[in-house]
């Protein structure tokens, strides 16, 4: 049932009451762009740029880069894009980015703590994105991972814009959330990371499946992170979206909308299954959904009560 409404689905993202939510996909490469480009999504979500440079063992110029980024923002016409800096180490080693042989890598320097120990390397990044989107119809926003304090959100915030772009940061770090009003004092936007916030809340590699459960996004101190993020957005009058696993969950989805977390980004195959679950549900219900996944005290106990609410 939920198929057939998806493949119906048209957008743009809404409950039945016409509350809004963005309905956004994560892609990483032109390639991704364009076959997201003809689904009813509003936009990218989450352009994972480190995904462009694995085989790569030295840095492209800043021109090159702005090669690689522009088809994935002229895929997408007049819609926003979302491109995330540089998420290099721990799953993701891009050879000439990460630090070799780090005891702990998930727990080392990753993410934006590279660009902090090379300012050069987020610098050219951030001059290649701002090429690239200066020949975008759209908007185009950019977010750093892997931030864990209020004084790197202003750091990564004052280096894009200097070059002209609207600044992020992922909120993937138990810190982070907690803090998510201070952080939202520098930056435009934040955008949660539920893969990361899970291991780094439940202390569970996320590539260890014997761990899985404790990743699970419905866990509820995992749900207490993000409405922690999402009441600061909501007091700040800027959009938190959630680009995680957790948004491809179009139950999921209901919560995070009761939450009031404001848009949704997740593989171009679930974006549909996600618009058209929403379309089905009031804000009221998605509310209540929220409330009833918080108060429960499982994973399993959170679904069934939102299950119960949502239909
Ligand atoms: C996340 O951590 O949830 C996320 C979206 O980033 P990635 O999966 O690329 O680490
Ligand atoms: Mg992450």
């Known amino acids: 049932k939920v198929g057939e409404a998806a493949a119906s689905w048209t957008g743009p993202g809404a409950t039945s009451d016409g509350h809004r939510v963005e309905i956004l996909a994560n892609v990483q490469d032109g390639a991704s762009a364009r076959a997201v480009a003809d689904k009813p999504v509003e936009g990218v979500g989450l352009f994972r740029t480190e995904l462009c440079f694995l085989d790569r063992e030295t840095e492209p110029g800043v021109e090159e880069q702005a090669e690689i980024y522009r088809p994935v923002l002229t895929a997408l016409g007049s819609r926003k894009v979302v491109v995330r800096t540089l998420d290099a180490g721990s799953d993701k080693p891009v050879a000439f980015a990460t630090i070799p042989d780090e005891p702990n890598p998930a727990l080392g320097v990753r993410g934006m703590r590279l660009g902090q120990r090379d300012e050069g390397l987020l610098d050219r990044q951030l001059e290649a994105i701002a090429q690239a989107a200066a020949d975008s119809e759209g908007p185009v926003w950019t977010m750093a991972p892997m931030v864990a304090t209020e004084d790197e959100a202003a750091w990564f915030a004052s280096r894009a814009r200097s070059v002209g772009l609207v600044p992020g940061v992922m909120i993937e770090i138990p810190s982070a959330a907690l803090h998510a009003d201070r952080l939202l004092r520098h930056v435009d936007f934040l955008s949660i990371g539920t893969n990361d916030l899970a291991q780094y809340t ?38 938190v979206g959630v680009c995680g696993e957790a948004a491809a969950d179009p139950l999921l989805a209901c919560v995070l909308t009761g939450l009031g977390i404001t848009s949704l980004s997740s593989a171009g195959t679930a974006a549909p299954l996600v618009g058209a679950k929403l379309s089905t549900v009031t804000l009221e219900q998605c509310q209540q959904a929220a409330e009833a996944a918080l108060a429960a005290s499982t994973p399993e106990a959170a679904r069934e009560a939102a299950r119960a609410i949502t239909g």
Do not use: C, H, V, Y
């Open 202 to 239: 439940f202390a569970a590699d996320r590539m260890t499946p014997s761990l899985a459960a404790l990743n699970d996004p419905w866990q509820p101190a995992l749900l207490e992170l993000m409405a922690i993020a999402a009441r600061a957005g909501q007091e700040a009058g800027k959009p």
